[in-house]
């Protein structure tokens, strides 16, 4: 069954610097979402994507944060000088026939 | 393997009609949750429910809790059309380690 994959599963961080959080959506969807879960609160809707642009973002998205997808099968959430309450669970999902979400990334900022 | 699996994987109700879905886990919670797939911004949360609740009501939706049995259920009274979408559950590990979606249930609400 295919699988949206993220990469690195766990990722500490120190405050101010930048991160890349990866993930491979599934090869022939066309909607690609990021999202953040905090420890003990719900998931929050990042950004969309759709047709190499974003689609929508929530207020969360500031210009700290930025998505890509630089080859075609990557789809990639930059976040700039991380800060302590960057720390959260971020989860990567793509949409076709499905919504398939990948197992997501802890990031950890200190 | 996800922890949190969902039946029926497809539903489909005439409107007014109520509408049960199952999610069911494998290792302790912390919380269970309960969300919405819409499009252009994907999930939308719908109740969070803790280890130690039972039941929660939110306007037509009813999620109950078994920890005993390790599942969850979430009903929709009197559906409505615009009920149409997916919906997921999703455990939160009793040590925060692990939130994990299930596959989901597609409900279609027919007029």
């Known amino acids: 069954e295919p699988e949206v994959t993220q990469t690195p599963s766990h990722q500490v961080t120190q405050m101010g610097q930048e991160v890349i959080l990866r993930c491979v959506p599934i090869?022939?969807?066309?909607?690609f979402y990021w999202y953040r879960q905090i420890l003990g609160q719900k998931v929050e809707f990042l950004v969309s994507?759709?047709?190499?642009?974003?689609?929508?973002k929530s207020e969360i998205f500031d210009d700290q944060f930025s998505v890509e997808r630089p080859d075609g099968s990557n789809f990639t959430l930059k976040i700039r000088s991380t800060k302590l309450e960057d720390s959260a669970m971020y989860f990567c999902?793509?949409?076709?026939?499905?919504?398939?979400f990948g197992s997501g990334t802890r990031l950890t900022v200190v | 393997s996800q922890q949190g699996e969902e039946d029926p994987q497809a539903l489909s109700i005439q409107e007014g009609e109520n509408a049960t879905m199952n999610c069911s886990y494998k290792?302790?919670?912390?919380?269970l949750q309960w969300y919405r797939q819409n499009s252009g911004r994907g999930l939308v949360h719908l109740i969070l429910?803790?280890?130690?609740?039972r039941e929660k009501h939110s306007g037509r939706l009813r999620v109950t809790l078994d920890t005993s049995k390790k599942s969850s259920s979430l009903l929709i009274t009197a559906s409505r059309a615009a009920d149409t979408a997916s919906y997921f559950c999703?455990?939160?590990?009793?040590?925060?380690?692990?939130?994990?979606f299930g596959p989901g249930t597609r409900l279609s609400v027919l007029p």
């Open positions: 999902a793509s949409m076709g026939d499905g919504y398939t």
């Open positions: 429910i803790r280890s130690n609740e």
């Open positions: 090869s022939n969807h066309l909607y």
């Open positions: 994507f759709y047709n190499n642009e974003i689609s929508e």
């Open positions: 290792t302790s919670i912390n919380n």
């Open positions: 999703a455990t939160e590990d009793n040590y925060g380690q692990n939130f994990v």
